[in-house]
């Protein structure tokens, strides 16, 4: 399903896909060949951006 519908959309619209593994550890978790096809396609042409730093729930909990 995730193949047809990042086929259907080849770059007419944004995916936003959130995680809290690193990229490259997303291939050796989902060892499945369907799920590296399903992964190649979400990756090529991305943008990736990791945040670094203390989860802003984990800061604003200690503020309370």
Same mark, same amino acid.
């Given at each position: 399903? =995730? ?27 989902? @060892?499945?060949?369907? =799920?590296? @096809? ?7 042409? =991305? ?10 729930r984990k800061l604003m909990?200690?503020?309370?």
């Amino acid at each position: 399903m =995730a193949c047809q519908l990042r086929s259907t959309l080849p770059g007419s619209r944004s995916t936003l896909i959130t995680s809290q593994m690193p990229v490259s550890q997303w291939y050796n978790t989902l @060892a499945d060949p369907l =799920a590296d @096809a399903i992964l190649d396609r979400l990756v090529h042409n =991305a943008y990736e951006l990791e945040l670094r730093g203390e989860s802003m729930r984990k800061l604003m909990t200690k503020l309370d």
